[in-house]
């Protein structure tokens, strides 16, 4: 093979071997490209996913929302029942008592000593205790640490209807002074209770309530 063959030889590798460039560089941009594409098309669907799971969830906590506010006027309609009983049978033995409605606080207060509680845990189980109307939420909390049904002290006790978060000051008051007497429903959210100054965590679970849909924000005091 002559100098003029051997560089015709050279050349031609050469190009062969550009060419064979440009095809894996093609090939790898035609790799990258598929590789975005499925990348996105999985976002997309994880966030689908996250909406449609985050939509039954809210729909979920609405219905038990809905469930617990029946039972507990089921609860509270009862308890009045037996109010209005009590006072008839008196009326009829002719011994004069104080008129008091029964949908007052009072009247619950004096007739029913005992108030249903039911607790939403942070891990979304339920529980339902009676107390005593003259036992305060650190009562309730006891019983719950007593239970082993939280791991963490680290919690302040709310109410949906109305919204409400209590602070260390009302853990001290008595059930029947909270207006959780004949029947309540508390739920459970992170974060020790406040001194009365809302603070970081109130405002987190006021936003909470306020992508969940509920109209106003939590109170607190």
């Known amino acids: 093979m002559n100098e003029e063959e051997i560089q015709r030889e050279q050349a031609r590798l050469k190009k062969l071997l550009a060419d064979r460039k440009i ?3 093609k090939e790898k941009e035609k790799r990258e490209a598929e590789d975005e594409f499925r990348r996105r098309e999985d976002m997309k669907k994880y966030r689908e996913t996250q909406e449609e799971l985050a939509a039954l969830q809210k729909q979920r906590e609405i219905q038990q929302m809905k469930k617990e506010r029946a039972e507990d006027k089921e609860y509270a309609a009862k308890v009045r029942e037996r109010i209005a009983k009590e006072r008839e049978l008196r009326e009829k033995n002719q011994n004069p008592v104080p008129v008091v409605t029964a949908t007052t606080q009072v009247s619950y207060s004096c007739s029913n ?3 249903k509680i039911r607790v939403r845990l942070l891990t979304g189980e339920t529980i339902t205790e009676e ?3 003259n036992d305060s939420l650190a009562t309730i909390r006891d019983t719950i640490q007593s239970k082993g049904t939280e791991h963490t002290p680290e919690y302040s ?3 949906i209807m109305p919204k409400k978060t209590y602070t260390r000051e009302d853990e001290k008051k008595s059930l029947a002074d909270l207006g959780l007497v004949p029947a309540a429903s508390l739920h459970l959210v992170p974060g020790l209770p406040s001194s009365g100054v809302p603070g970081l965590i109130d405002t987190l679970w ?3 309530y306020w992508a969940l849909g509920w109209d106003n924000q939590p109170a607190t005091n």
């Open 113 to 115: 000593p005992k108030a």
């Open 157 to 159: 006790f709310t109410t």
């Open 23 to 25: 095809q894996q560089e």
């Open 206 to 208: 006021s936003y909470l």
């Open 131 to 133: 107390f005593d109307k």
